[in-house]
């Protein structure tokens, strides 16, 4: 870790966290007419659309940080990849939420934090582990995001035409670092991180 690669995360982390992000795909609900919501279901998905919001903050964090620490250029290469897919989904998750009258989440600089410091982590335990990490994170996300399509308002095509691309990304993401050698997290961490998960899908949600 050098103080070149410090700055670029430290920059990274502000963009992400204070910037508007940017999309070079168009956004996967462009085409989608608006449905008619009242303001429990607009408040309800625009809550929603925070915690993905929230998920792709430290997606980007976890992928910054697991760069910094790993040796391997096409390991390094793929986590960069794929963060420039999640920025993308920073910048749907935004789009939503304020077509739904919401905001993004008040804690987000500590979301980017602690994500980030678990990446830097999981870069220097090695390479597999470091794959098995982002492996398994894409598929909590991914339950995630089948979770909400679920409890968004049936109506809400906007909300799910974003959400259900996310959901194709995210297990591409997975398949993806499954053949450069992840390994299979142990259950215990596995339980954790979908411990760290819940608390913060339900902070998310109101903060």
Known sequence: MN??????SFDNGLRTVFAKANTVRP?????VPEADLDATEKAHAAALMRINHV?????????????????TPHIVEALKEAG???????????????ELGGRKSLLNPLWYIASFALGAFAGKIGDKWNLGFLA????????????????????????????TQMYTDEVKHASE???????ELPPPVKAAMRLASKVMTRTAYYF
Not at 92 to 97: A, G, L, T, V, Y
Not at 140 to 156: N, R, T, W
């Open 136 to 163: 398994e994170t894409e598929r909590q996300v991914g339950q995630h995001l089948q979770g909400h399509l679920g409890k968004i308002a049936p109506q809400d095509a906007k909300t799910r035409a974003i959400i």
């Open 84 to 98: 420039h897919e999640e920025t993308e989904h920073l910048a749907w998750c935004e789009s939503r939420i304020e």
């Open 177 to 183: 670092a499954n053949s450069l050698g992840a390994a």
């Open 55 to 71: 998920g792709e903050v430290c997606a980007q964090a976890l992928y910054n940080g697991q760069a910094i620490t790993c040796k």
């Open 3 to 8: 103080i070149d690669n410090l700055i670029i």
């Open 27 to 31: 956004l996967p609900s462009a085409d």
